[in-house]
């Protein structure tokens, strides 16, 4: 993108210099299935580097459609979606694809290959690594989610929770602008589910996390937003959407029996 604003080097930006770009801008994103079924009604979402933002809202509120979109599985049927100033689209496919990278819930439907370093080596060789720095690559993914000792075990032996992991490595090899998450910590018991919050929030990547879990969104993320029908009805601190009872209800969102957020997150500053 070209920079409009002239600076001497060195010197302060001047005021007037545009707010920094966001690695995700959706805008005015609406789409009906084949069959008819209008999913979204025009969403807005700017997510900026460095941020974890949670993305919650009651079953069938569009979220998967929503992140069918951004990395190109679902054409828009209106609006856009930009990821680093690029518009999503058939000519820019391939190069969103490595800057999208999207954890499906399942992560079966991730990893096909013989070995785990294999599954990991798969994206970045498409791209046309090879040798040492493909190899460079997959150990650091891999180390990243804590999984370089597991290198050579097919990914079938491993258990959900070690491939979880592994499906976060193979998207992490691409080292993509934005890490987009569908429901993590579904089907974890709690200490794979605390391992992997401690993976993700120790990792230098822009998060954007699906899930019905809303203590771990509020463990991770200090933004989320509610989609709900299809539209984006709250963007906020996490805690404060979580702490408000009122709109908590009205978009079917329940927290755990007992869980008070606010005190949650003074422990979680703390
Ligand atoms: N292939 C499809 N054809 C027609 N309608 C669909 C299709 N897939 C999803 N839908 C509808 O689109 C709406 C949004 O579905 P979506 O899966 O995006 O919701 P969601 O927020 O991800 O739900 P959940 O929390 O249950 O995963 C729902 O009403 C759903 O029935």
Same mark, same amino acid.
């Given at each position: ?19 920094? !770009? ?5 805008? %005015? ?27 919650? %809202? ?15 599985? =679902? ?9 680093? %100033? ?18 499906? !819930? ?21 791209? %046309? ?32 929770? !070690? ?15 934005? =890490? ?19 993976? =993700? ?17 509020? !463990? ?51």
């Amino acid at each position: 993108m070209v920079d409009l604003v002239t600076t001497t080097p060195g010197a302060t930006p001047p005021a007037t210099r545009p707010a920094a !770009q966001p690695v995700l801008a959706v805008s %005015g994103l609406a789409y009906a299935y084949p069959d008819g079924h209008q999913a979204l009604y025009g969403v807005d979402l700017a997510v900026y580097a460095g941020e974890r933002v949670a993305m919650l %809202g009651p079953n069938g509120a569009g979220k998967t459609t929503l992140v069918h979109h951004l990395n190109g599985i =679902l054409e828009a049927g209106r609006g856009t979606v930009h990821v680093d %100033g690029l518009l999503v689209g058939k000519p820019t496919l391939t190069e969103v694809r490595r800057r999208v990278g999207v954890v499906f !819930q399942d992560p079966d439907d991730q990893l096909f290959m013989p070995t785990v370093r294999d599954d990991v080596a798969f994206g970045p060789a498409n791209l %046309g690594l090879r040798g040492v720095e493909l190899t460079a690559r997959v150990e650091e993914a891999l180390a990243a989610v804590g999984m370089g000792d597991h290198a050579d075990r097919p990914p079938h032996h491993l258990s959900f929770g !070690q491939r979880r992991r592994v499906a976060v490595a193979t998207v992490l090899a691409m080292r993509p602008s934005v =890490l987009v998450l569908d429901e993590p910590s579904s089907n974890l018991d709690p200490a794979s589910r605390r391992e992997l919050a401690e993976i =993700l929030t120790g990792l230098d990547v822009t998060v954007l996390m699906v899930t019905h879990d809303l203590p771990y969104a509020l !463990q991770l993320c200090d933004r989320a937003v509610i989609l709900d029908e299809g539209t984006i009805v709250a963007d906020g601190a996490t805690v404060d959407l979580l702490a408000d009872a009122d709109l908590m209800a009205a978009h079917r969102l329940e927290l755990p029996f007992g869980f008070d957020p606010v005190r949650a997150n003074v422990a979680r500053a703390g």
